[in-house]
């Protein structure tokens, strides 16, 4: 890789182990979905926790903006920021993104505009996250070009304050009092990993050829559609919907 902004292919057998281990995490995902007997329903935070919550998820976004500033910066100067790579990806994440918003905010509107609405925008705000936090966790030792003098201090820097963006947005769906994990959830998931283990197979490589771009876009559907299972409403008993959990969805909305 030659590129800005891209990262280094794996390759002379860190392939092969990469390809095991998301293999062999698709497959205990996937048995832990067939020992999941009922959907389960997320704990529901209180008021206070609620608003810390939101207030600690907005100081991580502002953190990770500044640092993302930052990293821009010492790239400019070191001369590698002419020439960033075409990002084929960007149109069906933002497509996707809109579906699953739709999709989640029709789904509930019988429980009203506030909780279909604002699961809607939690639905929106997790789907990327959930194929980003492990992604980011596989290519982030391997972005090219390194900026000297020390690489690992700017991927740092970019990474370590977007990891905790990641997995605050996820946290960000225990607000939702109609999320529910169910066997479906656990198997888009191990569908996704599967996914990330056959990219592997190819280097893991930058989505610039056709082999590469359709592993990722599969791997982002499945990752939409990870997060659309956790708002499908429960059809066991016909007619009913998920019952409100402790905590009032309408105090912070």
Same mark, same amino acid.
């Given at each position: 890789m030659t590129q800005y902004g891209t990262w280094v292919s794996y390759s002379a057998g860190a392939d092969i182990v990469l390809a095991a281990g998301l293999a062999g995490a698709a497959v205990a995902t996937a048995y832990a979905g067939t020992r999941l007997r009922l959907p389960v329903l997320l704990p529901r935070p209180r008021r206070t926790a609620t608003i810390a919550m939101l207030v600690a998820w907005l100081v991580a976004v502002a953190v990770f903006l500044v640092c993302v500033a930052l990293y821009a910066v010492h790239a400019e100067r070191a001369h590698l920021g002419e020439a960033p790579p075409a990002d084929p990806i960007t149109p069906v994440t933002v497509i996707g993104l809109g579906i699953v918003w739709f999709a989640i905010a029709l789904l509930h509107n019988a429980r009203g505009w506030r909780v279909a609405l604002g699961s809607a925008v939690i639905g929106a705000l997790a789907a990327p996250m959930i194929f980003e936090f492990p992604f980011d966790l596989i290519v982030m030792g391997r972005t090219y070009p390194p900026i000297a003098p020390d690489p690992a201090a700017y991927r740092a820097l970019f990474f370590a304050p977007l990891l905790v963006v990641e997995v605050m947005t996820v946290a960000l769906l225990t607000l939702s009092p109609v999320v529910r994990v169910s066997?479906?959830? +656990? !198997?888009? +998931?191990?569908?996704?990993?599967?996914? +990330?283990? $056959? !990219?592997?197979?190819? $280097? +893991?490589?930058?989505?610039?050829?056709p082999g590469?771009?359709?592993?990722n876009v599969a791997s982002k559907i499945l990752a939409f559609l990870t997060a659309l299972s956790l708002f499908m409403p429960d059809r066991s008993q016909p007619g009913m919907t998920p019952q409100k959990a402790p905590g009032a969805w309408t105090s912070v909305m």
């Open positions: 066997r479906a959830t +656990f !198997w888009c +998931f191990a569908a996704m990993l599967a996914v +990330f283990a $056959g !990219w592997s197979l190819v $280097g +893991f490589a930058y989505p610039s050829s590469p771009f359709a592993l």
